[in-house]
C-alpha cells in the first residue's frame, strides 16, 4: 500500500455502476465515507458486463487497463449475475476464476512495463 492513501476500485456491473452515482450524489456517502486524504476511490462498472472473455463494451476485461492505471491496492469485484442467464452455476464460478487470473496476470505486467519505463527528455 502507498504511504498516504490506499487506492480503491470498485469493478463490476450495474450494481457498482448505482453504488458509484449514490455516493456521488449524497455527500455524506461520498467517497464511500473515507477520507479522501485515507482513500482514493475508482469506479469502473456498466450495466449488463459479463465475465466471458471479450472485446466488446459488454466484457470485464474491457476494464483491465483502465485498473491498472491506477495501481490500485484494493479491488473490489462484483460480477456474475448477468451470467445466470445462461451459464450454470459451476460455469459462472469458472469465469469468475478465468477472469481473475488473466486480470491479476495483466494488471502485473502493465503496471510492472509502467514502472520501469524511463522517460528520456
Known amino acids: 500500500m502507498k504511504y498516504g492513501s490506499a487506492v480503491v476500485v470498485l469493478l463490476g456491473h450495474s450494481y457498482v455502476r448505482r453504488l458509484s452515482e449514490y455516493q456521488l450524489r449524497n455527500a455524506s456517502c461520498r467517497n464511500l465515507g473515507f477520507s479522501t486524504s485515507a482513500v482514493e476511490l475508482h469506479a469502473f462498472c456498466r450495466g449488463g458486463v459479463s465475465t466471458r472473455h471479450g472485446t466488446n463494451e459488454r466484457s470485464m476485461f ?17 460480477v ?34 509502467t514502472e520501469s519505463t524511463d522517460v528520456v527528455s
Open 62 to 78: 474491457t476494464f483491465i487497463r483502465q485498473v491498472a492505471a491506477v495501481n490500485p491496492d484494493i479491488v473490489y469485484l462484483h
Open 80 to 113: 456474475g449475475e448477468n451470467d445466470l442467464v445462461d451459464m450454470s452455476p459451476s460455469a459462472l464460478i469458472n469465469a469468475v476464476k478465468t477472469f481473475i487470473n488473466y486480470f491479476l496476470s495483466r494488471c502485473r505486467l502493465i503496471i510492472s512495463n
